[in-house]
């Protein structure tokens, strides 16, 4: 049995620590945790990960599953009305080393990232990927002229449709040369 299953399997007790700023639901939560047969132990003591109500504590450096809220840097993310199925599953595969989110916690495809600074900066090598894209190019085509592995264009392709908010390698072109035109300056 591999490393992950074996870490999944329903007879594995956890420690979870349940952060609530409401009594009543973090009873109720430590309830459906206990129900699950995990050990239910305060932030302070050893636990394995928190189960969160809405965001993770702040400065908490074990991993979290998140109840509501939009926290994308927590390990998992379940819909508030999770039910104690979802919750211990989600519990499990997150000490398992997996990321969890519901369905509707984001849109399919891939979502632009949040810059500070306005938007993000493409590297000089996600330019020569979002050129050769430009020219209708095929990934193993693109790893050839660029001598890097399939995989690394895949990874710079995923990068750039994050980055530009795209979906497609069509909308990642038109939306690279929107931007170019916008940030332009005419002399």
């Known amino acids: 049995m591999s490393e992950v299953a074996a870490s999944?399997?329903?007879?594995?007790?956890?420690?979870?620590?349940?952060?609530?700023?409401?009594?009543?639901?973090?009873h109720a939560l430590s309830r459906v945790i206990a129900e699950a047969g995990h050990l239910v132990v305060g932030l302070e003591d050893g636990a394995d990960l928190v189960l969160a109500d809405?965001?993770?504590?702040s400065g908490e450096t074990r991993p979290v599953v998140a109840l509501g809220g939009a926290d994308d840097d927590v390990a998992a993310?379940?819909?508030?009305?999770?039910?104690?199925?979802q919750i211990d599953v989600a519990i499990r595969a997150?000490?398992?080393?997996?990321?969890v989110?519901?369905?509707?916690?984001?849109?399919?495809?891939?979502a632009a990232l949040r810059e500070t600074d306005g938007h993000a900066?493409?590297?000089?090598?996600?330019?020569?990927?979002?050129?050769?894209?430009?020219?209708?190019?095929?990934?193993?085509?693109?790893a050839r002229r660029l001598n890097i592995s399939l995989h690394t264009v895949?990874?710079?392709?995923e990068s750039l449709f994050r980055k530009l908010g795209a979906r497609t390698?069509?909308?990642a072109v038109a939306k690279a040369g929107e931007r170019r035109r916008r940030e332009t300056i005419d002399l």
């Open 169 to 171: 390698r069509t909308e």
């Open 121 to 142: 900066l493409l590297t000089p090598r996600e330019l020569d990927v979002l050129a050769a894209l430009a020219e209708g190019m095929t990934n193993k085509a693109i």
């Open 94 to 99: 997150v000490a398992a080393g997996l990321i």
């Open 101 to 110: 989110r519901w369905p509707g916690a984001g849109e399919a495809g891939f």
């Open 154 to 157: 895949k990874f710079h392709v």
């Open 8 to 26: 999944l399997s329903p007879a594995t007790r956890l420690r979870v620590a349940v952060h609530a700023a409401d009594p009543r639901r973090r």
């Open 54 to 57: 809405g965001g993770a504590p």
């Open 77 to 85: 993310v379940l819909s508030r009305q999770a039910d104690a199925g």
